[in-house]
């Protein structure tokens, strides 16, 4: 069974640009859920989305949004890139809603903002 | 929201050593996760336990829900145990998705 597949694995951009990332759940799961780390603050969640809903959403700001297709595939988008911006983000697969079951993470989108 | 505090914040032992990791949480939870993150940054699954002990191999973890801690416990360590590992909390409520510590940066030297 395939783990998490997450695209790109490396990314540079510049800042104000916007990036799309991308995350393909373990087969058979519903719920995807995105997380940020940083050296200064840690691993901080995102946003989970199950069947194609966002259930909850972490303290950042609008810039960051996702969505969540019918076969269960997700995506985040980042507008107006900043410098903080540059971190590794995470995605995590979840058969059911994230307090339920356990989650099981991609390799990363490690992404740089020059 | 809920307090994830792991201990200690670093570790170096000799292989072959044995240690715990301690993670204490502030507040009912719904599950617990403790993960191994390796040099490439992917998360590695070591446990699900919201509750109980579990064992696999040289590691085996404890939560004790009720008093809001869970240990992880490496024996006869090896390099390969090398890396951070983390506590991760699905706070009572279902709001927020995991709530990650700090990490226990754990270095086992030959």
């Known amino acids: 069974k395939a783990g998490v597949t997450q695209t790109p694995r490396y990314l540079i951009k510049t800042r104000g640009q916007q990036v799309t990332l991308s995350c393909s759940p373990i087969s058979g799961h519903r719920s995807v859920s995105w997380y940020q780390q940083t050296p200064g603050q840690g691993l901080q969640f995102l946003f989970e989305?199950?069947?194609?809903?966002?259930?909850n959403k972490g303290n950042f700001p609008g810039r960051f949004s996702g969505r969540q297709f019918s076969n269960s595939r997700s995506e985040m988008n980042v507008s107006t890139l900043e410098l903080g911006d540059s971190a590794l983000y995470l995605c995590?697969?979840?058969?059911?809603?994230?307090?339920?079951?356990?989650?099981?993470f991609g390799q990363g989108t490690r992404l740089t903002v020059v | 929201g809920i307090q994830v505090e792991q201990s200690p914040p670093d570790l170096i032992l000799q292989e072959g050593a044995n240690s715990t990791l301690r993670c204490n949480f502030s507040?009912?939870?719904?599950?617990l996760q403790w993960f191994h993150q390796n040099p490439w940054g992917q998360l590695i699954n070591l446990f699900y336990?919201?509750?109980g002990t579990k064992q696999n191999g040289r590691l085996s973890a404890t939560t004790v829900a009720t008093e809001r801690y869970s240990l992880l416990y490496i024996s006869s360590s090896q390099t390969t145990d090398s890396g951070v590992y983390f506590c991760?909390?699905?706070?009572?409520?279902?709001?927020?998705?995991?709530?990650f510590g700090k990490g226990t940066h754990l270095i086992i030297q030959p």
């Open positions: 995590a697969s979840s058969l059911d809603r994230g307090e339920n079951t356990e989650a099981f």
């Open positions: 991760a909390v699905y706070p009572g409520g279902g709001a927020d998705g995991l709530t």
């Open positions: 507040d009912s939870v719904n599950n």
């Open positions: 989305y199950f069947s194609e809903t966002q259930r």
């Open positions: 336990i919201p509750s």
